[in-house]
T-cell receptor, first 112, second 113 residues
Framework: QKEVEQNSGPLSVPEGAIASLNCTYSDRGSQSFFWYRQYSGKSPELIMSIYSNGDKEDGRFTAQLNKASQYVSLLIRDSQPSDSATYLC????????????FGKGTTLSVSS | KAGVTQTPRYLIKTRGQQVTLSCSPI?????VSWYQQTPGQGLQFLFE???????NKGNFPGRFSGRQFSNSRSEMNVSTLELGDSALYLC????????????FGSGTQLSVL
């Protein structure tokens, strides 16, 4: 089964800094990649998806994909204390369906 | 629109018992997937159902099973419970096409004593 690896953290950054979260995946054939955010005691919610090599920006969030190196990253600019959460990287197990294989997540702590 | 509803919210069982968890997806959503979340293993995929058919399955033993009804509601069953089955079980729904956003329920917290 496909595997997704993330550094569990915690990653600590000061308010206003750039937080960089990384993820590697095992299957070179993976085509789509997702970042979910999970606040403590809450359920995961989608924040970014990316399918093509390069960068995809959405507000303060930028997802970067490098298929040759099999890694995906998430950059959070101007980090806020409200960004403190666990960030989960995910890939589909195959081309059909909506199921996802998740990494164990990186916990981000933003201090004010 | 109501969100994904999971019942019950909390459940306490003893080893050897079986348990059934329920998930009602967002109206119009035809895909339901189930996940087990533990502090040590993170969020692990159990299975996915679409139009009453199991479309994908994770690497869990046969004690874990599920089904989906014609109204898209889904149930998962765990038989012969083990202590290690203690976890938060999350259900997620989506309309049914690949690469869609998943909408998660609040989960069922299962404790096996």
């Amino acid at each position: 089964q496909k595997e997704v690896e993330q550094n569990s953290g915690p990653l600590s950054v000061p308010e206003g800094a750039i937080a960089s979260l990384n993820c590697t995946y095992s299957d070179r054939g993976s085509q789509s990649f997702f970042w979910y955010r999970q606040y403590s005691g809450k359920s995961p919610e989608l924040i970014m998806s990316i399918y093509s090599n390069g960068d995809k920006e959405d507000g303060r969030f930028t997802a970067q994909l490098n298929k040759a190196s099999q890694y995906v990253s998430l950059l959070i600019r101007d980090s806020q204390p409200s960004d403190s959460a666990t960030y989960l990287c995910a890939v589909p197990p195959n081309q059909a369906g909506t199921a996802l294989i998740f990494g164990k997540g990186t916990t981000l702590s933003v201090s004010s | 629109k109501a969100g994904v509803t999971q019942t019950p919210r909390y459940l306490i069982k003893t080893r050897g018992q079986q348990v059934t968890l329920s998930c009602s997806p967002i109206s119009g959503h035809r895909s339901v997937s189930w996940y087990q979340q533990t502090p040590g293993q993170g969020l692990q995929f159990l299975f996915e159902y679409f139009s009453e058919t199991q479309r994908n399955k994770g690497n869990f033993p046969g004690r874990f099973s599920g089904r989906q009804f014609s109204n898209s509601r889904s149930e998962m069953n765990v038989s012969t419970l083990e202590l290690g089955d203690s976890a938060l079980y999350l259900c997620a729904s989506s309309p049914g096409q690949s690469n869609e956003k998943l909408f998660f329920g609040s989960g069922t917290q299962l404790s096996v004593l």
